[in-house]
């Protein structure tokens, strides 16, 4: 089970049970304003003015909810459990507990700021569904950055003509570009791929990654273009800005997850 931050267990604390079910469909399990006011059986508008306040309440640092500690455990377990299985399905045991926890507002100091949240309907796997497929874009799109990455090491190493193999020259040539600056590179796209495959890397350390790697994707069509190459095929050109479009996709989709 992932360890849980102790401030993670005051939030909710903070917070009406309306609130909290509000605050943890949205940022937890990524779901619309619109889903969420189904599921509570309120607008749209209630539902993003039950997030500001949620958020407003979170960052005030203030106590309001005064429950029993096995109480505070059963919660969390069920959310970790929820949270940790990339289910939504199973929150539906989660959910029992914030209307509970609405029933003891009397022990608080501010009664009046709680409310009973109504019986919901269960979430439905769409939230979990769409974090799926985000999961399967993100390793695709990186899985083609680092390939194409793989692929140019090798040839630096070992094809110095690549990617002009009856050429009188080698591609650094070519390109008018100083032989010293393939090694600087080649050490570059290594590091940049161990850091975006390799777990447990630092978040600065990959996105510096990504933007070395976008730095050079840029610099290559640039390159190619400036001397000509276009003219021999687009491909030259287009090539480098597809794989950055495959970078740019998994970056957002890396913010997202490190986000959540």
């Not at 619309?32 to 640092?61: M, P, Y």
């Amino acid at each position: 089970m992932t360890p849980v931050a102790p401030s993670q267990l005051v939030v909710l604390q903070r917070l009406t049970p309306t609130e909290r079910a509000v605050l943890l469909l949205y940022d937890v399990f990524d779901m619309s304003h619109t889903e969420i006011a189904a599921s509570l059986g309120k607008s749209d508008a209630a539902c993003r003015q039950l997030l500001s306040r949620a958020r407003e309440n979170v960052r005030a640092e203030k106590r309001v909810l005064r429950t029993p500690r096995d109480e505070h455990r059963r919660l969390l377990l069920a959310f970790v459990r929820a949270v940790n299985g990339g289910r939504t399905s199973p929150a539906s045991r989660f959910w029992a507990p914030l209307r509970l926890m609405g029933m003891v507002a009397q022990s608080s100091p501010h009664p009046d700021r709680f409310d009973v949240v109504p019986p919901i309907a269960t979430p439905t796997s769409a939230a979990g569904s769409r974090r799926e497929k985000g999961q399967v874009v993100y390793v695709v799109s990186t899985g083609l950055v680092c390939a194409v990455m793989v692929f140019s090491i090798v040839n630096f190493v070992f094809n110095d003509h690549f990617p002009f193999p009856n050429g009188k020259e080698g591609a650094f040539d070519h390109l008018h570009l100083p032989h010293y600056l393939k090694i600087e590179l080649t050490t570059a796209k290594i590091l940049g791929v161990l850091a975006l495959v390799v777990p447990g890397v630092p978040h600065k350390i990959r996105e510096f990654a990504y933007f070395g790697f976008g730095i050079t994707l840029i610099s290559a069509a640039i390159a190619h273009y400036s001397v000509g190459d276009a003219a021999l095929g687009l491909y030259y050109i287009l090539d480098p800005l597809g794989f950055l479009a495959a970078l740019v996709v998994s970056y957002r989709y890396f913010l997202r997850f490190s986000r959540n």
